[in-house]
């Protein structure tokens, strides 16, 4: 494969894997958007059900209020790092020509031409290969920590469902 193809297949992926890291974002804010919803619903509803007299429930009560808070908390932390996934630096990612941060440290449009422009096809299909590589670092970053949302959400829906199921029962049997 020349030089020419592979630029082309490498520009490509990494379109690829920018486009799934917006993806992975969205998923995350609509998760942390629905669970804050539906907890500080539960949490309304909470205090409105606290008031009422539920016999000896009620320590029963806040060990799910203390369930779904740390929960919530777990969800906005790994939703930190989904969003903001760490992979680390090194040589080659301070060295960049051709992406953002290096392209912004070089200060003048004449001073960033001479850089790109001076590079070989093959200097700038290793630095393409390169900025791939780290997107592809940082997309399974966000995958895991995807799946460990999603996870945490499931059990805080299930248990807060659990729990209204719970006092409406208790409510027609009063």
Known sequence: MDTNNKLFLFTEIYKTNQELIKLLDQKCVIILTFNSGIVFYSLWEYWNIINEDFHGHFLFLKFIFFIVIILFISIIFFSFFVLYPRVGEDE????????????SKLNTLERIENNVLKLSDEELLKDLVYQTSKLSQILVKKTQNIKIIYFLSLI???????????????ILGH
Do not use: Q
């Open 92 to 103: 080659l990612s301070k060295n960049s020509v051709i992406f953002y941060g290096s392209l």
């Open 156 to 170: 805080n829906t299930t248990i807060i469902a659990l729990f209204f199921i719970w006092y409406f029962f208790n």
